[in-house]
């Protein structure tokens, strides 16, 4: 008997892969830049959205992924910026976003007269990373006080990036850590990521953010 071997060469795409490429495609053709926002809980994802919201105003719309609790998108409704909250916990508790859900919530939503589309992703270094939600930039935050080595501890989640933001540099002076070090890290694992160092409490650096969004959101 024959026996034919078949070696599949291309990835087949699943689901979720389908549908990211179908969102990054459509929001595109609405002239939308969207970014995904993933990080650790707590390295400042929602701080740097509130102070970017101060700079683009209505024009931003925010997506909230989180496992319980709408705080966050009560933190980004006060400032009267249009959010979505997307909570995994009633339905097991993913720790990650996927494409279908922003889908369904980008669904409900009036994008009219919105320019940057966020997303929030669930915070942790991992499972995001392993999701494509369909953004045109996926920006992976990390925090000066999470140490210098975990670009080498979740490399997915800095190679799957194109920006990665170093946060909270206004706690460099209170901290034994090299800020040289840790962009060698991010270098190491993804040579062509962008980084951009900030401080949403100061504002030193935020002015590089604001323009890097300006450039990507024509
Ligand atoms: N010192 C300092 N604290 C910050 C900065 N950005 C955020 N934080 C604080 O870090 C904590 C977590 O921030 P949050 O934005 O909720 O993080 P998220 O979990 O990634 O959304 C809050 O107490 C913020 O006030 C910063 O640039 N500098
Ligand atoms: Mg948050």
Redesign the pocket.
């Known amino acids: 008997m024959d026996i034919k071997e078949i070696k599949v060469m291309k990835k087949i795409l699943n689901i979720n892969d389908r549908i990211a490429e179908e969102l990054r495609i459509s929001l595109k053709d609405k002239g939308i830049f969207y970014i995904n926002l993933m ?10 959205i ?1 102070e970017t919201a101060k700079k683009f105003g209505k024009k931003i719309f925010v997506i909230e992924g989180d496992i319980q609790t709408t705080l ?1 998108a009560e933190r980004i409704a006060k400032l009267g910026i249009r959010t979505y909250q997307i909570n995994t916990g009633p339905f097991g508790g993913d720790c990650h976003l996927e494409s279908g859900w922003v889908k369904s919530a980008i669904e409900e939503i009036d994008l009219e007269g919105i320019d940057i589309l966020f997303v ?1 992703n669930i ?1 942790n270094l991992v499972c995001p990373a392993e999701f494509d939600v369909g953004a045109h930039i996926n920006t992976v ?1 990390l ?1 000066v006080t999470e140490g210098e080595d975990k670009p080498l501890k979740y490399p997915l989640a800095f190679r799957n990036s194109q920006l990665c933001i170093i ?5 460099l002076p209170y901290l034994d850590i090299s800020i040289d070090k840790i962009k060698e890290n991010i270098k190491n694992v993804n040579p062509q990521m962008e980084v951009i160092e ?5 504002g030193d650096g935020f002015e590089d953010w604001v323009e890097y969004l300006k450039k990507n959101k024509k």
């Open positions: 990080s650790s809980p707590g390295s400042g994802k929602t701080t740097i509130e966050d929030e915070g935050v925090s946060s909270k540099t206004d706690l900030l401080s949403a409490k100061t």
